[in-house]
């Protein structure tokens, strides 16, 4: 969520062409601002700065997204580590593109640390969900007790 928010704050200080920025955060939705603030000025277009602006939160808003659904589920965790993944190569070309490589050796490096955060818990995750299919696949079906086979004579307590 940390990664988000910082995502979020970096955009609004792009925005407002402040000069500083987080490393922490995701690399692909302030590249997509750039890219287009770049080519809005290039032909004079400001409408295409608007529609990287959304573009951009759209991004932070799909990481969002995944965070919420990856409490139940394992695919929003893999789906989010595939993203990185792109994120950080993304980051790579920029930064090899880049007349200051060393600028961006600390966000790299970040990215790394994420990346393996996301692979350990996307690991972490779809063990415990095997773990609990094979649990409740061998729980013997006459042990499991369905509300419509409890009489009210069983359960007094519940009349």
Same mark, same amino acid.
């Given at each position: 969520m940390t990664l988000i928010i910082l995502s979020l704050?970096?955009?609004?200080l792009s925005i407002a062409? @402040?000069?500083?920025? *987080?490393?922490?955060s995701i690399f692909s939705s302030v590249a997509v601002m750039w890219l287009t603030e770049g080519i809005a000025d290039n032909f004079g277009i400001q409408?295409? /700065?608007?529609?990287?602006?959304v573009l951009s939160f759209l991004v932070i808003g799909i990481y969002a997204l995944l965070y919420y659904l990856s409490s139940r589920k394992v695919w929003p965790v893999?789906? @989010? *580590?595939g993203l990185f993944v792109a994120d950080t190569l993304l980051l790579a070309g920029f @930064?090899?593109?880049?007349?200051?490589?060393?600028? *961006?050796?600390f966000d790299f490096l970040f990215h790394i640390y994420?990346?393996?955060s996301l692979l350990t818990l996307a690991r972490a995750k779809t063990q415990l969900s095997q773990l609990t299919r094979n649990f409740t696949d061998q729980v013997p079906e006459n042990t499991q007790s369905r509300?419509?086979?409890?009489?009210?004579?069983? /359960?007094?307590l519940l009349s």
């Open positions: 704050i970096n955009n609004i062409n @402040a000069s500083i920025s *987080f490393p922490f409408a295409i /700065a608007i529609v990287g602006l893999w789906t @989010a *580590f @930064a090899l593109l880049s007349s200051d490589l060393s600028s *961006f050796m994420v990346l393996w509300q419509e086979d409890i009489k009210p004579e069983d /359960a007094p």
